[in-house]
């Protein structure tokens, strides 16, 4: 690979198509490490994060099979900023853990999809180069209830929520407004950031 660059962070808002550009940036040789299906591996039912979840949070943050129950925990979330700050002491570290794990054992580039990333977070350190993809609000909530049924509403407190579009590009080496892209103009683009950033796809 050139100029040394091996691990490569990728954020984005809800609904700002990061899942696609992941799928196009592992067509081009790169490791995928997401850190949202280590956090869903961590609280299925049996997960690893799930006993510190229920003593934290008592047992009805669990459902019926065991699991964690996301939209109980995403409304307590959204109504006590404490609980968040107590959701993520308990489950940050042990994704963080997992992803330097699967890091380690990957060949090649690696790219940490982390949908919290921030100027604060350790990710920004730990990677040569920061993708963010971007959108309008609109588009994010108009994306996200086509795919999920939820109301528009609920998708635009989970926006709120989020870092703001504006602290995510500054923290980018690179900005793919993914806004009225078609997938084929979307995988030109990154494409071309490949090729800057690491040379001929390796895959």
Do not use: Y
Not at 166 to 186: H, I, K, M, P, T
């Amino acid at each position: 690979m050139s100029n040394g660059i091996r691990h490569i962070g990728l954020t984005g808002g809800i609904g700002s198509g990061k899942s696609t550009v992941s799928a196009l940036l592992v067509a081009h040789g790169a490791t995928l490490v997401d850190t949202d299906a280590i956090a869903h591996s961590l609280t299925t039912p049996g997960g690893p994060a799930m006993p510190a979840l229920r003593q934290r949070f008592g047992d009805d943050v669990a459902d019926a099979s065991g699991a964690l129950d996301r939209a109980r925990m995403r409304s307590l979330v959204f109504a006590d900023p404490d609980a968040k700050r107590a959701l993520e002491g308990i489950l940050h570290p042990m994704i963080g853990a997992e992803a330097q794990r699967q890091a380690a054992a990957a060949h090649g580039v690696v790219v940490f999809d982390v949908p919290l990333l921030s100027a604060a977070s350790h990710w920004r350190a730990a990677c040569q180069r920061i993708l963010v993809v971007d959108c309008s609000t609109e588009t994010q909530v108009q994306r996200v209830m086509a795919r999920s049924g939820w109301p528009g509403e609920q998708v635009r407190r989970v926006i709120a929520q989020q870092a703001t579009r504006e602290q995510r590009r500054a923290l980018a080496d690179a900005v793919l407004f993914n806004d009225g892209l078609s997938r084929d103009a979307l995988a030109a683009e990154v494409a071309q950031l490949w090729a800057c950033w690491i040379g001929p796809a390796t895959g």
